[in-house]
Each structure stands twice: as structure tokens, then as C-alpha cells.
């Protein structure tokens, strides 16, 4: 049953990450990121009833979690597409449909990937880490096909959720001091971009950060 | 003693962030600079200090890394005087604070004896240090901090998935693991070899990202470009040094897992790609900060390379970590007051330093000596010390070969851009131009100390290197 439950957390995780590959909306895209963040926060607690008894540990993982990417890191990304008026994404340097295939191809690709690096203990589930690859790489394609900061920075979040989830192999035996200071460096992180962002938009009227492009050799 | 270390400066940054003039935030950050030198150098022979379980000790290596750190941001703390009363008038708030914080983040991250925790504190680093790029408020200055952030963000993303891995390979048959370095390097765990291998590539890629190797030294050239030169060289001396540490202990862990092959073919490689990248882009540079940024590009390349040559290559790397740090001291510094003086940082734009303003000309042509490897100076040693090693433990001559022709072709584009700026002739009226004795003194003391390390490596300096290096050696 929790084994169920597991699995289903993991493929939504899945399905929001490469659905926000195919969104044009910037609102949208935050919207799949939180909800997919909620996902993930899930699977800690799942992992732990399927062996048992839930820590102190996985609670204070899934509240954190909670806490920092479902409502803190959305509230400043909404905060700075407010504050800048932006509302779609547009002229990506690839287009949402090649994204959306490139993005199940990279699906692909994970699950293969996943094959190839035997783990020294059976995870709780055998689809944690190919999904955990794929987050990787969707992320990743977030970030070097979107022009708009903000879905730049959502890129970096789904491309952190990836990371999340193969810190969870580990969930008994990390100190959880270092995965606090994970979350809040994450969190900090967004908030500095979200004042860069915002001073973006006031010195460019824009956040295109493709035009952000003074600079070379 | 080392508790103190660490939160001596986020105490201060507290207090900067409060309502005090902005007079008393720069005499804080002075105060606070100098009593850190105080303490590390306090420190040096008693290193045995352990914090928090163990999670926070001084060892040989981060000392060497943490010595430098320390006297660059002293230094630094001086020269501010005399740059921000010239500079335009803006609250020191959040710099100084965002300095404090950033002196604490690197202490943290040399003190660290716990992957994961210098993930945060070099994390950490990044994010504070975004307020200091954009001091000047300009349009371009925005557009260097987003990629610093962007880029930085995503390349320490992947040391954190490197970190994961390595624990992921730590794992026993028990589900027990550990990210402790004296755990990982004591050759009591055994470490699962295909995870090792993606571990070190991640954690190579990741901390070379923050140290500015190429391929992924992208953010470099705008950062040091836009910053202001202070805070260029303060990132350029430490923030880098402090990312190599992380470089330093993914190597150590992999030579103790007998993967030292694996783990230099990548170093080496990578090192010879910053290098030809960095003679590149130096050769008929235009702007002479970026000329710097990209000198940063060639000394990342030079630490790599020397890791890749066993327990000497190693020794001339630590000893490059010092002198690297001397030498952005005097540079930048220079290119700090040469950037107020003519105020441009177009390399055409300024000539005859040493007649207008002979003391920073002097420092320019000095720290131009230092920079490209010229004896007397320290950076020729290690550089040298690299070079025998790549001819000792090299399997073919060719690395050696190429590090020789790309720092020669180095050496020819750095004196070609730099040279004429410190002699030629200026255009405009010859009128000398005000040089405050802050802005001067710091970088002729990292001047000295470079000179002096040329001449000879003190014993206790040398005994910690040889130490350090063993340490990382895997013997």
C-alpha cells in the first residue's frame, strides 16, 4: 500500500516536472514547481512508514521542506513576477513542444542511466533514482532554454529537487543539521536572485535575461 | 580559539546591519579583519582545536588555505578606506555586512572537516558575496551578478549531487555512511567504485565552477570586470582558494581509495584547458580588469595541474595557494587605483602610471613581475616546483610541454597589455594624481610578502606544507 503511495509521490514528481517544460505561462511553471515540491516532500515519510516507524528526522525533513519550497520559495517568485509584470515566457531558444520531447527523451535517458550505477542497498523504490536523474536533467533544460530569469531560477529548484531525492537514499544515516542548511542556502538563494530579478527589472524594464548580454570577449 | 574565529565576523555583521554610521561599519570590519589575523595566526601552531563533534578542525591544508584568507581580507580591510571615500556615496550597510558574512562563510568552509557542511558554508559564500558585485549599482554590474549567481548556483547544485554520491559510495553493508574526511581518507571504508568516480567528476566540475576553471569560468571575466576591484580581488584570493579546498579534498579522498590515476588524468586536463583558455583571452585583452579575471582563469588552471603530479605537485600547489592569494592582493589593488585615478578600466586608456602615479605604477609593474612567474618572486617557485614534478611524474612530456608554452605565451600577453599602461606616454596634462597611503600600503606589504616567499619558504610555513601535502598524498 505505502509502496503504492511511494511510486504514485515520485511519477507526479515526474509528470510537474516535465509538464512545466511545456508551459508558456511563468505562473504556471511556479505553480508546477510547488506542487511538485509538495510531491517530494511526501516521499521522506513514505519511505519511512514502508520500514516502520516515522522518525523525528523525516518530520522535521518534510516540514522544512514544507515550509521553505512549497510556501516560501513560491511567495518570492510570485512576489518578483508581480513586482517585474511578466506573465509569459516568450521566444524560448527552444520551442515548448521540442522541450516537452526533449524532456521525455531525457526520461528515457535517466532510466537507463539508473541501470548503469548498481546501489549498495536496494532504494525503497526502483523508480527514486532514475525520477531523481530525471529532475536533474529537466531542470538543467530549464535553465538553458528559458530567456526569462524567473524560470531560470524555477529551473534551479526542479534541478534541486533532483538532488533532494537522491540525498533520500540516505535518509537514516545524514546528519539532518546539513540538510537544514541545504534547504535554507536554497532558500536564501532564491531570495537574493528574487532582489537581482527585481533590480533587473527596474534598471532593463525587462527580466530577459538573454539580453542581459553587455558583456563578452 | 577557533569558535571565536567563526563568529567574530557574523557577530560584527550583525552589528554592521544595525543603525551605526557607516564610519564606524569600516573601522568594525578593520577591527574584525586584524583580530582574525590575530587569532589564525594564534592558531597556527596549535591546530588541534576540534568543534561540534568534530565536524570543525583546523588540519594542515585548510591552515594553508585559511593563513592567506585571512592577511588578504586585513589588507583589504585598509585599502576600503581610501576606495570608498573616493567611490560614490552609497550606505556601507549591507557591504560591510555582506563582507563580514563573507569572511565567515570561507573560515567555515577552510575549518570544515565535513563534506556536506563545506557544501553550505562554500554555498553560502556565493550568495553572500552577490551584494558585494553589485555595490556600484550599475547596469552592467546587474548583469554580472545574475550570471555569478546563476552559473555559480547551478555548478554548486552539482558539487551537492557530488557530496550525495560520495556518501552514496561510503555506504556499508550495514546502510551506515559518513562524509567525515578523516573517515573517508583513514582507508577504513571502502568506497564503491563507479559512484567514487561520478562522485569526483561532479565535485570537480561543481567547486571548479566556483573556482573559475574553464570550461566553466563563464561568470569570471563580468564578475571581476564589474566588481569593484577591491572586492574582485578579495573573491578572486580567497572565494577561489577556498572552492580548490574542495577540489583539494576530492582528490585526497580519491587518492586514498587508490583512484590517484583517474582523479589526475581530469585534473591535469582540466588544468591545460584553463590555461589555453586563459592565454587566449589574455593575449590582446582590451580591458585590463577582465585581463585580471582571466590571469584568475590561468592561477585555477596552475593549482589543478599541480594537484594532478603526486605529492610534489601537491606541495607546489599549496604553495601556489598562497602565493595566488599575495598576487591578487597587489593587483587588483592596483587595478583598484588605477580604475579611480583615470577612471576607466580600458587597458588604452591608461599610460604612464609610474610618472603620474608612481606609487601605484610601481605596484602595477611589481605585481605584473609577480603575476607572470618572474624570479625573485613566490609564484615563480611554486610554478616551478609544479613544472619539475609534471617532468618527474609525468608519463609523457607533453603536459609538461604544453603548461611551459601556455604560461609563456601568458607571460608575453600580460606584459604586452601591462607594461605601456605603467610607462608610455599620457596624453593628458602630467599633473601628478593623489595616492592615500591606504591605497598604497596594503598592496606594497603583499608585494614584500611575495618577494620574500621567493626568496625563501620559512621553515614552519615549509614543515605545514610538506605535511599537508603527505596528507593529501595518500601515503
Same mark, same amino acid.
Given at each position: 500500500?505505502?509502496?503504492?503511495?511511494?511510486?504514485?509521490?515520485?511519477?507526479?514528481?515526474?509528470?510537474?516536472?516535465?509538464?512545466?517544460?511545456?508551459?508558456?505561462?511563468?505562473?504556471?511553471?511556479?505553480?508546477?514547481?510547488?506542487?511538485?515540491?509538495?510531491?517530494?516532500?511526501?516521499?521522506?515519510?513514505?519511505?519511512?512508514?514502508?520500514?516502520?516507524?516515522?522518525?523525528?528526522?523525516?518530520?522535521?525533513?518534510?516540514?522544512?521542506?514544507?515550509?521553505?519550497?512549497?510556501?516560501?520559495?513560491?511567495?518570492?517568485?510570485?512576489?518578483?513576477?508581480?513586482?517585474?509584470?511578466?506573465?509569459?515566457?516568450?521566444?524560448?531558444?527552444?520551442?515548448?513542444?521540442?522541450?516537452?520531447?526533449?524532456?521525455?527523451?531525457?526520461?528515457?535517458?535517466?532510466?537507463?542511466?539508473?541501470?548503469?550505477?548498481?546501489?549498495?542497498?536496494?532504494?525503497?523504490?526502483?523508480?527514486?533514482?532514475?525520477?531523481?536523474?530525471?529532475?536533474?536533467?529537466?531542470?538543467?533544460?530549464?535553465?538553458?532554454?528559458?530567456?526569462?530569469?524567473?524560470?531560470?531560477?524555477?529551473?534551479?529548484?526542479?534541478?534541486?529537487?533532483?538532488?533532494?531525492?537522491?540525498?533520500?537514499?540516505?535518509?537514516?544515516?545524514?546528519?539532518?543539521?546539513?540538510?537544514?542548511?541545504?534547504?535554507?542556502?536554497?532558500?536564501?538563494?532564491?531570495?537574493?536572485?528574487?532582489?537581482?530579478?527585481?533590480?533587473?527589472?527596474?534598471?532593463?524594464?525587462?527580466?530577459?535575461?538573454?539580453?542581459?548580454?553587455?558583456?563578452?570577449? | 580559539?577557533?569558535?571565536?574565529?567563526?563568529?567574530?565576523?557574523?557577530?560584527?555583521?550583525?552589528?554592521?546591519?544595525?543603525?551605526?554610521?557607516?564610519?564606524?561599519?569600516?573601522?568594525?570590519?578593520?577591527?574584525?579583519?586584524?583580530?582574525?589575523?590575530?587569532?589564525?595566526?594564534?592558531?597556527?601552531?596549535?591546530?588541534?582545536?576540534?568543534?561540534?563533534?568534530?565536524?570543525?578542525?583546523?588540519?594542515?591544508?585548510?591552515?594553508?588555505?585559511?593563513?592567506?584568507?585571512?592577511?588578504?581580507?586585513?589588507?583589504?580591510?585598509?585599502?576600503?578606506?581610501?576606495?570608498?571615500?573616493?567611490?560614490?556615496?552609497?550606505?556601507?550597510?549591507?557591504?560591510?555586512?555582506?563582507?563580514?558574512?563573507?569572511?565567515?562563510?570561507?573560515?567555515?568552509?577552510?575549518?570544515?572537516?565535513?563534506?556536506?557542511?563545506?557544501?553550505?558554508?562554500?554555498?553560502?559564500?556565493?550568495?553572500?558575496?552577490?551584494?558585494?558585485?553589485?555595490?556600484?549599482?550599475?547596469?552592467?554590474?546587474?548583469?554580472?551578478?545574475?550570471?555569478?549567481?546563476? %552559473?555559480?548556483?547551478?555548478?554548486?547544485? @552539482?558539487? !551537492? +549531487? #557530488?557530496? /550525495?554520491? $560520495? &556518501?552514496? =559510495? *561510503?555506504?556499508?553493508?550495514?546502510?551506515?555512511?559518513?562524509?567525515?574526511?578523516?573517515?573517508?581518507?583513514?582507508?577504513?571504508?571502502?568506497?564503491?567504485?563507479?559512484?567514487?568516480?561520478?562522485?569526483?567528476?561532479?565535485?570537480?566540475?561543481?567547486?571548479?565552477?566556483?573556482?573559475?576553471?574553464?570550461?566553466?569560468?563563464?561568470?569570471?571575466?563580468?564578475?571581476?570586470?564589474?566588481?569593484?576591484?577591491?572586492?574582485?580581488?578579495?573573491?578572486?584570493?580567497?572565494?577561489?582558494?577556498?572552492?580548490?579546498?574542495?577540489?583539494?579534498?576530492?582528490?585526497?579522498?580519491?587518492?586514498?581509495?587508490?583512484? %590517484?590515476?583517474?582523479?589526475?588524468?581530469? @585534473?591535469? !586536463? +582540466? #588544468?591545460? /584547458?584553463? $590555461? &589555453?583558455? =586563459? *592565454?587566449?583571452?589574455?593575449?590582446?585583452?582590451?580591458?585590463?580588469?577582465?585581463?585580471?579575471?582571466?590571469?584568475?582563469?590561468?592561477?585555477?588552471?596552475?593549482?589543478?595541474?599541480?594537484?594532478?603530479?603526486?605529492?610534489?605537485?601537491?606541495?607546489?600547489?599549496?604553495?601556489?595557494?598562497?602565493?595566488?592569494?599575495?598576487?591578487?592582493?597587489?593587483?587588483?589593488?592596483?587595478?583598484?587605483?588605477?580604475?579611480?585615478?583615470?577612471?576607466?578600466?580600458?587597458?588604452?586608456?591608461?599610460?604612464?602610471?609610474?610618472?603620474?602615479?608612481?606609487?601605484?605604477?610601481?605596484?602595477?609593474?611589481?605585481?605584473?613581475?609577480?603575476?607572470?612567474?618572474?624570479?625573485?618572486?613566490? +609564484?615563480?617557485?611554486?610554478?616551478?616546483?609544479?613544472?619539475?614534478?609534471?617532468?618527474?611524474?609525468?608519463?609523457?612530456?607533453?603536459?609538461?610541454?604544453?603548461?611551459?608554452?601556455?604560461?609563456?605565451?601568458?607571460?608575453?600577453?600580460?606584459?604586452?597589455?601591462?607594461?605601456?599602461?605603467?610607462?608610455?606616454?599620457?596624453?593628458?596634462?602630467?599633473?601628478?594624481?593623489?595616492?592615500?597611503?591606504?591605497?598604497?600600503?596594503?598592496?606594497?606589504?603583499?608585494?614584500?610578502?611575495?618577494?620574500?616567499?621567493?626568496?625563501?619558504?620559512?621553515?614552519?610555513?615549509?614543515?605545514?606544507?610538506?605535511?599537508?601535502?603527505?596528507?593529501?598524498?595518500?601515503?
Amino acid at each position: 500500500m505505502t509502496n503504492v503511495a511511494l511510486d504514485i509521490a515520485l511519477i507526479l514528481a515526474l509528470l510537474l516536472g516535465v509538464t512545466s517544460l511545456g508551459t508558456s505561462r511563468i505562473g504556471a511553471a511556479i505553480r508546477y514547481f510547488w506542487m511538485q515540491a509538495a510531491a517530494v516532500a511526501m516521499v521522506p515519510l513514505l519511505i519511512e512508514t514502508r520500514s516502520g516507524g516515522l522518525s523525528v528526522h523525516a518530520w522535521v525533513l518534510f516540514a522544512a521542506t514544507m515550509v521553505l519550497k512549497v510556501w516560501g520559495v513560491p511567495y518570492f517568485l510570485n512576489r518578483s513576477v508581480r513586482e517585474a509584470s511578466v506573465r509569459t515566457e516568450v521566444e524560448p531558444l527552444i520551442g515548448f513542444g521540442v522541450s516537452l520531447m526533449l524532456g521525455a527523451g531525457l526520461v528515457g535517458l535517466s532510466f537507463a542511466l539508473a541501470r548503469q550505477l548498481p546501489l549498495p542497498q536496494r532504494p525503497a523504490s526502483d523508480l527514486l533514482i532514475p525520477v531523481a536523474f530525471s529532475l536533474l536533467m529537466i531542470g538543467l533544460l530549464l535553465i538553458v532554454s528559458r530567456s526569462k530569469a524567473v524560470t531560470q531560477v524555477v529551473g534551479y529548484l526542479v534541478m534541486e529537487n533532483g538532488i533532494f531525492l537522491f540525498g533520500l537514499l540516505l535518509i537514516d544515516v545524514f546528519p539532518y543539521l546539513i540538510e537544514l542548511g541545504v534547504l535554507l542556502d536554497l532558500f536564501v538563494a532564491v531570495f537574493v536572485m528574487g532582489i537581482v530579478i527585481f533590480h533587473i527589472n527596474r534598471a532593463f524594464d525587462h527580466i530577459d535575461s538573454h539580453q542581459l548580454d553587455t558583456l563578452k570577449d | 580559539m577557533l569558535a571565536t574565529l567563526l563568529l567574530l565576523p557574523v557577530f560584527a555583521a550583525a552589528i554592521a546591519l544595525a543603525r551605526v554610521p557607516d564610519r564606524a561599519r569600516l573601522q568594525l570590519f578593520r577591527a574584525v579583519a586584524f583580530a582574525h589575523l590575530a587569532l589564525a595566526i594564534g592558531l597556527w601552531n596549535r591546530p588541534a582545536e576540534h568543534l561540534f563533534g568534530g565536524y570543525i578542525a583546523l588540519d594542515a591544508v585548510g591552515l594553508l588555505v585559511l593563513m592567506p584568507m585571512s592577511a588578504l581580507f586585513a589588507g583589504i580591510a585598509i585599502y576600503l578606506g581610501g576606495y570608498l571615500r573616493r567611490a560614490e556615496r552609497r550606505s556601507h550597510r549591507i557591504f560591510i555586512a555582506a563582507l563580514l558574512l563573507l569572511q565567515a562563510s570561507l573560515t567555515l568552509a577552510a575549518a570544515s572537516q565535513h563534506m556536506g557542511l563545506f557544501w553550505v558554508a562554500l554555498e553560502t559564500s556565493t550568495l553572500v558575496s552577490a551584494p558585494l558585485l553589485y555595490f556600484h549599482h550599475t547596469g552592467r554590474a546587474l548583469e554580472a551578478t545574475w550570471k555569478y549567481l546563476i %552559473v555559480g548556483s547551478v555548478g554548486i547544485a @552539482l558539487a !551537492l +549531487l #557530488g557530496t /550525495v554520491f $560520495l &556518501a552514496i =559510495a *561510503a555506504t556499508d553493508a550495514s546502510g551506515d555512511t559518513t562524509l567525515f574526511i578523516r573517515d573517508l581518507t583513514a582507508g577504513t571504508v571502502h568506497l564503491a567504485k563507479p559512484w567514487l568516480h561520478a562522485a569526483f567528476v561532479l565535485l570537480l566540475m561543481g567547486y571548479g565552477t566556483k573556482m573559475g576553471l574553464a570550461p566553466m569560468h563563464a561568470w569570471k571575466p563580468d564578475a571581476y570586470g564589474e566588481a569593484p576591484p577591491p572586492v574582485a580581488g578579495l573573491l578572486a584570493g580567497t572565494a577561489t582558494n577556498c572552492a580548490f579546498l574542495g577540489v583539494l579534498r576530492a582528490t585526497q579522498i580519491c587518492a586514498h581509495a587508490g583512484e %590517484v590515476k583517474f582523479a589526475s588524468s581530469l @585534473l591535469v !586536463l +582540466l #588544468g591545460l /584547458v584553463s $590555461l &589555453a583558455v =586563459a *592565454a587566449i583571452f589574455i593575449v590582446g585583452q582590451a580591458d585590463y580588469r577582465r585581463l585580471l579575471a582571466y590571469a584568475s582563469v590561468e592561477q585555477m588552471g596552475v593549482l589543478v595541474f599541480g594537484l594532478g603530479f603526486g605529492v610534489m605537485g601537491a606541495q607546489g600547489s599549496l604553495l601556489h595557494v598562497i602565493n595566488n592569494a599575495l598576487n591578487k592582493g597587489i593587483l587588483f589593488l592596483a587595478a583598484g587605483n588605477l580604475l579611480q585615478l583615470y577612471g576607466t578600466s580600458a587597458i588604452a586608456g591608461v599610460a604612464g602610471a609610474l610618472r603620474r602615479a608612481p606609487a601605484t605604477g610601481a605596484i602595477l609593474i611589481a605585481g605584473l613581475f609577480a603575476a607572470v612567474g618572474l624570479p625573485p618572486f613566490g +609564484l615563480f617557485v611554486s610554478e616551478f616546483v609544479i613544472l619539475r614534478a609534471a617532468i618527474a611524474g609525468g608519463a609523457s612530456a607533453w603536459p609538461a610541454a604544453l603548461y611551459l608554452g601556455f604560461l609563456a605565451v601568458i607571460f608575453l600577453g600580460m606584459c604586452v597589455a601591462i607594461l605601456p599602461m605603467a610607462q608610455g606616454e599620457s596624453s593628458r596634462d602630467e599633473a601628478p594624481l593623489h595616492e592615500p597611503a591606504s591605497t598604497i600600503l596594503p598592496p606594497m606589504a603583499f608585494a614584500s610578502a611575495a618577494l620574500v616567499l621567493g626568496i625563501y619558504v620559512p621553515r614552519p610555513l615549509a614543515a605545514m606544507i610538506e605535511s599537508a601535502a603527505r596528507q593529501l598524498g595518500g601515503g
